[in-house]
């Protein structure tokens, strides 16, 4: 594996050269970055640093941000993503391609597609695969053609026996869809086509994202042979105020059953999700709603917002995310990308920038209001055995709890908190409304009631450095419950050019029926946390200076005035992903 990847990397280098100009996931162009010293080190030199994971995925070097295209074939997962092969920012994008068997381990491949017509000389940027009738996989992506215009291309493969379709062939007819005089697009947003899906009327559809000033939306484009493309007279749909819509994502979710759908299902037990990455803002938001096929509408359901306002996949750091039907197992699977918080100057020393997340099972919540995220089972092989484990712990008011015998650096945390009185929480306030603003508003160490309590990680001894993800339980005049989830990086590294922003979400959870749980995937340098058991999720970015490798320790936690029982934690060290 190793051999190989350093093969690809020699690869890479023989094609594309050394170059490296800086530019940002904004797609905003800096005129230069040469780094010099990245061209006499090996990609081992990029290897073994504290703030590089072990088990998310991440290719040794370089610059990586949208995933593309993911889906199974023949038993084999693909991941394909948006990389530079000439430096650790942002530019002379490809798709890079990795396979793997269980979603967790991966094995590299080639870039699958790279400039190579007039309709990408400028770039292949994102979209997605779709399986078309006889398991035959094709690719719709992004390029931009020699004006700079943003184009839809398509690519098959080379060979459908072979299960790691490691070769693949662009049609001499791209672009297959292109602004023009008459349609009137946004030559400059016009991008990220969705998996295309199938009508009762045997028409295909995709969504394409674009704008016009503020108003964002999802052009239609139609088609009976997957080749000839007619735009719809209408947008799937709009909003305004919303900006450009990127990597837009459009699926069934059932109302009945935890299972996955394929792209094209329809029926009385379905509800349909509209995902939008919003470029002005880096975060990816969603509303659940209702599809029409004979009129191609989307509606969201009534109360669900489109933008800032509304339902988000995570709270944190990720973006540009894409779901997949994975056949074999019945399930939606979600990837997303998580994006720095150094410098652009950090990420060019380091010699590399963005990871992606662990892919997610996604599937809509007994409520029907909002989806519910889970790490794909799959990563509990990299458990070591047996856990660290705590039962029945009351944390009094102002304790700290280390959890010792586990590698706080690279672990998997589940913690259960007991609540059986909400008398002394405080009072929710009616315009505490944006649940970021009020985690940045009452911090870690500001002391309330119920809460904050939750687990401290990637801290130091001396508590200079940690990053804290916790509760903090509110009660209304009516005495119900709010419950809101916040991963506060403010003290997460003494290094002040860090973005160390905190952020928060709130969860749908009554404590005083149901525990409150939260697990936290801690891996160098990224802590991924899934509230209410997934019904929120806030992801970070992190950097500590000391508190690194086997300086690292993890807390559990109670800065509340009133004491909080674990009812159960259980905390995993993780071994080390094969991701060559």
């Known amino acids: 594996m190793a051999k190989f990847s350093l093969c690809l990397l020699l690869l890479f280098t023989v ?5 490296i100009v800086e530019l940002e996931a904004t797609h905003h162009i800096y005129s230069r970055l040469q780094t010099p010293q990245n061209e006499t080190k090996t990609p081992w030199d990029y290897r073994f640093q504290p703030y590089r994971t072990g088990y998310h995925f991440q290719p040794p070097w370089h610059w990586i941000n949208d995933p593309n295209g993911p889906m199974i074939y023949k038993g084999i997962y693909h991941l394909f993503y948006q990389y530079n092969p000439k430096g650790a920012v942002w530019g002379n994008i490809v798709w890079a391609h990795s396979t793997s068997r269980d979603l967790i381990n991966w094995f590299p491949h080639p870039p699958t597609i790279f400039p190579s017509q007039k309709s990408d000389v400028n770039g292949c940027w994102s979209g997605s695969a779709t399986i078309l009738p006889g398991e035959k996989p094709v690719i719709l992506y992004t390029g931009i053609d020699p004006d700079k215009k943003q184009v839809q291309n398509i690519a098959y493969p080379k060979d459908l026996s072979d299960p790691y379709l490691k070769e693949w062939v662009k049609s001499d007819k791209n672009p297959l869809m292109a602004p023009d005089n008459v349609n009137n697009i946004n030559a400059s947003s ?5 998996t295309a899906w199938q009508g009762p009327d045997n028409i295909w559809r995709v969504a394409i994202g674009s704008k016009i000033n503020d108003l964002g939306f999802a052009i239609l484009y139609k088609s009976k042979d997957f080749l000839n493309w007619v735009k719809a007279k209408r947008p799937l749909h709009a909003a305004r105020h919303t900006g450009m819509w990127e990597c837009v994502d459009f699926y069934p ?15 009385p037990n379905v509800k349909h999700v509209l995902k939008i990455s919003l470029d002005d803002t880096k975060h990816d938001y969603y509303t659940i709603g209702s599809y029409n096929y004979t009129t191609d509408k989307y509606t969201p359901d009534k109360g669900l917002i489109d933008g800032d306002a509304g339902l988000k996949y995570d709270y944190g750091k990720f973006y540009a995310s894409k779901t ?21 100057a950090d990420d060019i020393k380091k010699g590399w920038a963005g990871v992606q997340a662990i892919p997610r099972n996604i599937y809509l919540d007994g409520s029907g209001k909002q989806l519910v995220q889970w790490p794909v089972s799959e990563l509990e092989q990299l458990r070591s055995s047996p856990p660290v484990n705590v039962f029945d712990k009351r944390l009094e008011a102002g304790e700290l709890h280390e959890v010792t015998g586990v590698t706080a650096v690279q672990a998997d945390v589940e913690i259960t908190f007991e609540i059986t009185d909400i008398s002394k929480a405080e009072e929710y306030r009616p315009r505490w409304t944006h649940a970021q603003w009020l985690c940045n508003t009452k911090n870690a160490s500001v002391r309330g009631g119920l809460g904050p309590f939750g687990l401290r990680v990637l801290a130091s001894s001396d508590s200079q450095e940690y990053t804290s993800v916790f509760f903090r339980v509110f009660k209304k005049a009516d005495n119900k419950p709010v419950v809101l989830m916040c991963s506060d990086q403010s003290r ?10 905190t952020y928060g979400a709130f969860v749908d959870v009554d404590p005083i029926k149901e525990k409150l749980s939260l697990r936290s995937l801690i891996d160098h340098s990224i802590v991924e946390s899934f509230g209410g058991s997934g019904r929120a999720c806030i992801t970070a970015r992190v950097y500590p200076i000391t508190a690194i490798e086997d300086k690292a320790r993890l807390y559990a936690f109670n800065n509340a005035t009133e004491a909080v029982t674990i009812s159960t934690l259980s905390a995993w060290s993780m071994k080390k992903a094969q991701i060559s």
């Open 15 to 19: 094609l594309f050269g050394h170059g």
């Open 190 to 194: 016009f991008r990220d086509p969705t």
């Open 253 to 267: 979710v059932a109302t009945n059953s935890h299972c996955g759908l394929d792209t094209s299902t329809l029926g």
């Open 324 to 344: 997949f039907f994975d056949s074999a197992k019945n399930r939606r699977i979600l990837w997303g990308w998580i994006n720095e918080s150094q410098s652009v």
């Open 492 to 501: 997460s590294s003494l290094n002040e050019d860090n973005d160390k922003t």
